[in-house]
């Protein structure tokens, strides 16, 4: 089945540690997204990738760190420097050429800080 | 600035009983509105995709419709299953990026 992965769905996470959450998708999509999630707001972007190799930053890019190695990874490193990281974090992706311009979500993975 | 505003923040419905959410929308260059299903601890799963003033969708009980300023998700004879969040997103120019509204959550009693 095609789909997004997301791994692990629960992480807990010390005051001063680096955590790396994981997403992989097999849908050939060629954009990937991550977002945030926090009760009463709306989902945020915090980093896109359009292409292998080459990220951007969204609205909410600091204390946050991704790369994009594998046209299929896109993980995100949630670093010390986050100062608020509890949420619940989405991974998406879409297709580019020819294809919807709609983004496919993967089941979030639900980051507490102890 | 690109904005969405979603109404009401929460419904609470009959079942059988049809209403209609709104989405507001302010944005340089639509690029298409986008309507989402959300439930508690899952992600989004996607609905509609509307380009054009006019533009209508269907999906068993819901519907979807856009104008120039606002979209609305009309759901007929709802059923508890149909009890989430409702999220709409706005395209802009390039897509690279959604802006998401709130959501409204809507919950169908029995």
């Known amino acids: 089945d095609g789909g997004i992965t997301q791994s692990p769905k629960y992480l807990f996470r010390k005051e001063g540690q680096n955590v790396t959450l994981s997403c992989e998708q097999n849908?050939?999509?060629?954009?990937m997204y991550w977002y945030r999630q926090d009760p009463g707001q709306g989902l945020r972007l915090i980093y896109y990738?359009?292409?292998?190799?080459?990220?951007q930053k969204g609205d909410i890019a600091e204390g946050y760190s991704v790369s994009r190695e594998k046209k299929e990874s896109f993980p995100l490193t949630v670093t010390s420097a986050q100062k608020n990281p509890t949420a619940f974090y989405l991974c998406?992706?879409?297709?580019?050429?020819?294809?919807?311009?709609?983004?496919?979500f993967g089941p979030g993975t639900r980051l507490t800080v102890l | 600035e690109d904005q969405v505003t979603q109404s009401p923040e929460a419904l609470r419905l009959q079942e059988g009983e049809s209403s209609s959410l709104n989405c507001s929308y302010t944005?340089?260059?639509?690029?298409?509105l986008f309507w989402y299903r959300q439930d508690p601890g899952k992600g989004p799963e996607f609905l509609f995709t509307l380009y054009s003033a006019g533009e209508e969708k269907e999906k068993e009980r819901l519907k979807a419709t856009l104008t120039k300023k606002e979209s609305f998700l009309h759901i007929t004879a709802p059923k508890p299953e149909d009890s989430a969040t409702y999220l709409c997103?706005?395209?802009?120019?390039?897509?690279?990026?959604?802006?998401f509204g709130t959501g409204t959550r809507l919950l169908v009693s029995p």
């Open positions: 944005v340089s260059g639509l690029r298409g």
């Open positions: 998406a992706s879409r297709g580019l050429a020819g294809d919807g311009n709609e983004q496919f």
């Open positions: 849908l050939n999509h060629d954009a």
């Open positions: 997103a706005v395209g802009g120019t390039g897509f690279q990026k959604l802006v």
């Open positions: 990738s359009q292409i292998v190799n080459d990220f």
